[in-house]
């Protein structure tokens, strides 16, 4: 849009104003869709659904709380970050408010951010209630914090990134999640969330690396019960390298499809 590029050359946005924006489009975002009472409550009530079908499907009992946590703390990222995302994003470029912010004198990268951090705060939000609810039932001493904290955060990134490249790649709110169901799915059986990927067929392997999820759910599994099979720095070097990439790329489909 020629308008887009006069403006943002009309007005040079300072360093103040800048993140002024960013947090009034988070806050906007924040009491407009992640706030919500049914958003809220579909957040609680999904990581809960994942780890009573998980537990019962085991028939390990409290015994295997432990073994199964960091595939439930995963899932409730993955499902609850792209689930949401895709849907506003979709939604808001339909209805053209988000044409309306494209307009505003502010960076693309900080605006695509502040779209973002929403859902980032809201997959991480759900990563723990499946730790509270093992905290009553299980030992957590163990459990490396420092770690766990760091593959959340990095996966609700990769996440939310990855419904954002879904996003911009679709324009009807239907299309996006069945796209976001095309990557989802393999990945709760390809990614080592509940058995290992040594146990997956030979042919099956190599597909288990091309997800970030793999990664995430390797130094979660590693953080609970010291069952990762790579090493920490690989999976992070790794991990934040796809988040890089999964926001430059929807940057440039922003860019290219939106912004003409």
């Excluded at 946005?13 to 924006?21: G, I, L, N």
């Excluded at 806050?27 to 992640?34: G, H, L, N, S």
């Amino acid at each position: 849009m020629k308008v887009i590029g006069d403006a943002q050359a009309w007005q040079r946005p300072t360093r103040s104003t800048t993140w002024v924006a960013f947090w009034n489009i988070l806050a906007k975002d924040m009491r407009t869709y992640y706030l919500k009472p049914p958003n809220i409550s579909w957040g609680i009530i999904f990581p809960l659904a994942w780890t009573g079908m998980f537990f019962i499907r085991s028939g390990s009992g409290l015994s295997g709380v432990m073994s199964l946590l960091p595939g439930v703390v995963a899932l409730s990222i993955l499902f609850g970050t792209t689930s949401l995302l895709a849907v506003t994003i979709t939604f808001e470029k339909k209805s053209r408010s988000f044409d309306r912010l494209l307009l505003a004198p502010i960076p693309l990268e900080v605006l695509m951010l502040a779209k973002t951090s929403g859902a980032i705060l809201f997959g991480v939000v759900n990563a723990f209630i499946p730790v509270v609810m093992a905290a009553f039932i299980a030992n957590l001493s163990a459990v490396n914090w420092g770690y766990f904290l760091a593959a959340v955060v990095l996966i609700a990134m990769a996440s939310t990134f990855l419904g954002l490249f879904i996003a911009v790649a679709v324009s009807e709110v239907f299309e996006a999640q069945t796209f976001s169901n095309f990557f989802r799915f393999p990945m709760v059986f390809l990614c080592g969330l509940f058995f290992p990927v040594s146990k997956l067929p030979l042919f099956l392997r190599p597909l288990s690396y091309v997800f970030p999820l793999t990664y995430g759910a390797d130094i979660l599994h590693g953080a609970v019960n010291g069952g990762n099979f790579l090493a920490y720095g690989l999976d992070f070097s790794v991990l934040t390298a796809f988040c890089v990439l999964l926001f430059i790329l929807s940057l440039r489909n922003v860019r290219r499809k939106w912004i003409k």
